[in-house]
């Protein structure tokens, strides 16, 4: 067996209308589908969908900082600083914290957190020689200003 590619994440959600507003109108997912009043499908382009939110309930807890489970959801925003410092713009003038901010070496991120307190990454990728010439880069943290 070989896994080609990495197809879509569902994120279990409190409120559907107030995770699609995050992921919609502040990160610019395109919505192709909804099931039900439970779910949301949004398309980046090339495929059917790449995220899919599943409404649990107002009720829901938040996993414990030490439980199994989704660490963060990581989004490519670009290819150059000047492509994130406007990423990072953007959320701020929406209100969205940044949390943090890293490089990476073979990315620059910014992280914030969606309406739920799912951490996202939101990145601009480096040279690919970095990685592909030496794959241990992948595991590089520095600080990151912009």
């Known amino acids: 067996m ?3 590619a990495l197809g879509h994440v569902v994120l279990k959600v409190r409120d559907l209308e107030r995770s699609a507003a ?3 109108d502040i990160l610019g997912m395109n919505e192709v589908a909804r099931y039900r009043d ?12 790449d995220l899919g939110l599943l ?4 009720q829901a807890e938040l996993p414990g900082n030490h439980s199994i489970g989704l660490y963060h959801v990581a989004f490519k925003v670009g290819d150059s600083l000047d492509e994130l410092r406007e990423c990072k713009a953007h959320v701020e003038r929406h209100g ?12 620059q991120s910014l992280y914030i957190k969606d309406p739920d307190g799912i951490e996202i990454e939101l990145y601009v990728d480096a040279d690919p020689a ?14 990151l200003r912009l």
């Open 96 to 107: 969205v914290a940044i949390l943090g901010s890293s490089d990476h070496g073979v990315s």
């Open 2 to 4: 070989h896994i080609k």
């Open 55 to 58: 409404q649990i309930g107002a």
């Open 38 to 49: 439970t779910m949301m499908f949004f398309s980046l382009g090339q495929n059917h969908h």
């Open 22 to 24: 995050f992921y919609r």
């Open 130 to 143: 970095l990685w592909r010439d030496n794959p241990a880069a992948v595991a590089t943290v520095k600080p």
